[in-house]
């Protein structure tokens, strides 16, 4: 097996915009913010970032195609930028790429650049896009909720939790992520909601109600990435580490045949294996400090749980009502308020759960910061939960 | 012996309780009530005039790939399109054999679906197998009385030389331009004359010429007509002209006004459907089929009759609505109000006319991939196969998914989405002999509704582009 990625690179920098709807603001204007603080905080010039990666989701409604976004917003030094696009992995996806460059000695220093205008469309939710014109003839026109309903569905399918257990786990998910919202400055939602109300919230999509979604906000964030060795040799001591990075992209298995049944995420499965066996993790549930993990919906987060083995199967229900993944529990989850408080620019999304990590792991991390975390994880998910890319990535203190 | 071999209906199992109409339009016309007994069947938003042609071969000849008639006639005079051939797309969802199958659009009449019956058999004559789908979604202004009377429906009759169940004796046609209402090119709505001269100038005087003209042809009396078939929207109509052509009261056929309502150009096959229903062996069978003159067609049931039939017929559809009070949802499916339809209704409904060509083994025929190698049924058909276990290139073959039964494996009800019914049901559907497919729901009942319901897939509507005049159909699951 190939060596890994473990303790190769560091985070030299971090940087994120404040999340929420930036009426008053161009994309080149939250790619700004966020690299402001980040360049500010790597203790770097410009001209020293010798690659860039830009992750955007939905060109219609950001700012088009290609690498200009990000080489014109921030004046790169004409270096390569290439934007990449992968479901909402896709912050995560120009981290890893923006990783591997510098873990190859392609470069030294490199830029990864998430950001996405999701509040140009005139109307709350995630645009309504196409599929792909064949794909579009017979999906079902589902929204992001629907889409992620189905894992309920399934869920009780498997386990035959009723629909009021589910519920209440399902509210806990985001009670507990308000609360930890509330403390976050750059959060986009920042007021606690009670279980009440996100039990008797309006329903979207069956048993998904409002207070079951994550935010639709505007945002940007960003890594900048380099080697140990030049961490170091730039006056950097507490060095933050990529211990694992893993993707897993769906073959259509799940969805075409029987084996799935609808209650677990099976690309999130084998991307957790893979990334734990790659930063030397046996016992996530104890080797964990906490995560950021892609709560789209709060279902999806209790999933999740399970699908990161951090509950047993079946046993998320419980674990969340529970409290494991409070602010004060075992495993803290969504300590920033997660996608729920931040709202979901998908090509941001990724990085801003990595900013949080490195914050969290650095000490910096303010009212909100917990006592001596040592690993985070940090999980995306993008599609369907029968189709999707999945990622993992694993970041903590370099060499333990 | 050429005649009828089989016969289905479809009713959709909206069931618009007339009451609501007239209520609603009771300031405007009061007179509205004289009419408003009953119920009339109504397409769901996702059902036209194909879709519902597609459920009545169904219910005539059963859910059989491959089968093989020499011919697919479809009569209506609401067909989704004018150039492109309905009935084509009618074959192609039941995923007949089309190698060798003539297919025809017949329309513009409210005989459109007599004259269609004749030359099937016609071609039954030739010791052919033919089918006449006859199949009607008319719009009504509101508060008309179009709009009481006009329901929604389509009947199948299949004709060949053997297992007859009800022999040809005789047939006659007259072509009058007696325009006792029209559509003109572009318009949406019918335009009619009065009531009054409908009935004496045409019903009491053009069908008694032409029933008389068969009648003397056939050698057979007035008196001895077992079964009457005259639709009309005009109630006491049929009575009238069968009293004056000496036929038996207790022959006229029920118009199902007040259950069905008159489905146009289909109406005259649906009471031919239903009556064959109460059919005995050698019982007389007229048929009329009024409109620009009359087709009179006469039957002789067989003892083939007593043969079980296949699907729910007109009686089992008739016991299988469900109620419907809500006047706005049905002219909003109507398109007969301009509806906020909100802006994620505002997608791009292009219709990618190669790609859909290339998908329509799915979308229209509904047929999966089997692997040659493993057996695994898989759903689109891929290069791949599925199965883990085998992975084999290019061992797929066509695999007709339409008649299989499923379980819903996922779902949820999306209010979020745009539907023009919400919510949006779809989700996850694993069927029995394998392959699974997530896709749209319709029909559904909230209440009994859950993870484990039984289904079948029908041939809907997916999406319907007002602005450019198409609309794309594929399957959807419905409860079982």
Not at chain 2, 435 to 442: E, F, L, P, Q
Request: some cysteine; overall charge negative; proline content about 4%.
């Amino acid at each position: 097996m190939a060596s890994g990625i473990k303790d190769k690179v560091v985070i030299l920098g971090a940087g994120c915009s404040k999340f929420g709807e930036r009426w008053d603001c161009e994309p080149a204007d939250l790619m700004a913010e966020a690299f402001e603080e980040c360049i500010a905080d790597a203790g770097i010039e410009k001209s020293q970032i010798e690659a860039a990666w830009q992750s955007t989701g939905i060109d219609a409604y950001s700012v088009g195609p290609g690498a200009m976004p990000l080489s014109m917003g921030l004046r790169l030094p004409y270096i390569p930028v290439t934007k990449i696009e992968n479901y909402c992995a896709s912050g995560t996806e120009a981290f890893r790429a923006a990783t591997y460059a510098v873990a190859s000695g392609a470069c030294d220093i490199a830029l990864a650049m998430g950001f996405e205008k999701l509040k140009d469309t005139g109307y709350g939710g995630l645009p309504q896009r196409s599929r792909g014109v064949a794909n579009d003839l017979y999906y079902p026109n589902l929204s992001a909720p629907g889409m992620f309903a189905q894992l309920a569905a399934g869920y009780r399918g498997k386990y035959g939790t009723s629909k009021e257990d589910l519920k209440r786990a399902m509210a806990h998910v985001s009670v507990k992520s308000h609360a930890n919202g509330l403390k976050n400055p750059k959060a986009h939602l920042q007021r606690a909601i009670t279980m009440e109300q996100a039990l008797n919230a309006p329903m979207i999509a069956e048993p998904i109600g409002l207070f079951d979604c994550c935010g639709v906000s505007d945002g940007a964030a960003c890594a900048i990435v380099t080697t140990p060795e030049i961490a170091k040799s730039l006056g950097k001591d507490r060095l933050i580490a990529v211990k694992a990075l893993q993707l897993c992209a769906s073959n259509g298995q799940e969805g075409g045949y029987d084996g799935w049944d609808g209650s677990y995420v099976q690309t999130t499965r084998i991307a957790a294996k893979r990334a734990y066996a790659e930063a030397g993790i046996t016992k996530p549930r104890e080797q964990v400090s906490m995560t950021e993990v892609h709560d789209c919906f709060s279902v999806t987060e209790m999933v999740t749980m399970e699908d990161l083995f951090l509950s047993e199967d079946g046993g998320a229900v419980t674990d969340v009502l529970d409290g494991v993944f409070d602010a004060d529990g075992k495993i803290p989850c969504q300590i920033d308020g997660g996608l729920k408080c931040f709202g979901h620019p998908i090509g941001a999304t990724g990085l801003r759960m990595l900013y949080e990590m490195y914050l969290q792991l650095s000490g910096k991390a303010g009212e909100r910061q917990l006592p001596n975390p040592t690993v985070g994880l940090t999980h995306n998910l993008g599609g369907f939960p029968h189709q999707n890319v999945s990622s993992v990535a694993i970041i903590g203190e370099y060499g333990i | 012996m050429v005649g009828i071999t089989a016969y289905g209906a479809y009713l959709p199992r909206m069931r618009l309780q007339k009451q609501v109409i007239a209520d609603a339009n009771a300031w405007f016309d009061p007179g509205l009530k004289g009419l408003a007994k009953g119920e009339k069947a109504i397409c769901n938003w996702d059902e036209d005039t194909i879709t519902m042609a597609v459920e009545a071969y169904i219910d005539c000849l059963g859910n059989a790939p491959g089968q093989a008639p020499a011919a697919l006639l479809l009569a209506s005079t609401t067909l989704p399109f004018a150039d492109r051939q309905n009935s084509v797309v009618v074959a192609e969802a039941l995923n007949l054999d089309t190698s060798d199958l003539r297919t025809m659009d017949i329309t513009s009449s409210q005989r459109a679906a007599t004259s269609g019956l004749l030359s099937a058999l016609d071609i039954a004559a030739a010791g052919k197998e033919a089918v006449l789908v006859a199949s009607e979604h008319r719009r009504a202004k509101v508060a008309s009385r179009e709009e009481m009377l006009f329901g929604d429906a389509a009947a199948a009759i299949a004709v060949g030389s053997e297992n007859v169940i009800a022999e040809l004796v005789a047939s006659q046609s007259q072509a009058i331009d007696f325009i006792d209402h029209y559509r003109g090119e572009g318009q949406d709505f019918d335009y009619g004359w009065e009531e009054r001269w409908v009935r004496d100038e045409g019903y009491m005087k053009i069908v008694p010429d032409a029933v008389n003209a068969l009648l003397s042809k056939a050698g057979v009396s007035a008196g001895d007509i077992a079964h009457f078939i005259l639709p009309t929207d005009q109630g006491r109509v049929p009575a009238m002209v069968a009293k004056k052509l000496g036929i038996n009261g207790e022959a006229v056929t029920d118009n199902l006004l007040q259950s069905v309502g008159i489905t146009g150009a289909a109406h005259v096959m649906l009471l031919l459907a239903h009556r064959l229903e109460q059919a005995a062996p050698g019982d007389l069978v007229l048929v009329a089929g009024f409109g620009q003159g009359c087709d009179v067609l006469l039957f002789k049931v067989t003892e083939a009759i007593s043969t079980p039939r296949l699907g729910k017929g007109v009686s089992g559809h008739l016991s299988n609505g469900r109620p419907e009070t809500n006047y706005n949802k049905y002219q909003s499916f109507n398109n007969l109000l301009e509806k906020e339809l909100g802006k994620r209704s505002e997608v791009n409904k292009q219709g990618y006319l190669s790609a859909m060509y290339r998908a329509r083994g799915l979308t229209n025929s509904f047929l999966g991939g089997k692997c040659s190698a493993c057996n695994t049924v898989q759903m689109p058909k891929h290069k791949y196969c599925v199965n883990p276990d085998c992975g084999a290139f290019d061992t797929q073959e066509d695999h007709p998914m339409a008649g299989a039964m499923g379980q819903v494996a996922t779902w949820t009800a999306d209010t979020l989405t745009f539907d023009y019914n919400p919510p949006a049901y779809f989700g996850m559907v694993t069927f029995e002999g394998g392959g699974r497919i997530m896709m749209d729901m319709s029909e559904v009942d909230a209440e009994t509704f859950d993870t484990g319901a039984k289904v079948s897939v029908h041939f809907r509507l997916k999406q319907i582009d007002d602005q450019a005049g198409f609309r794309k159909y594929f399957w959807k699951a419905i409860q079982a």
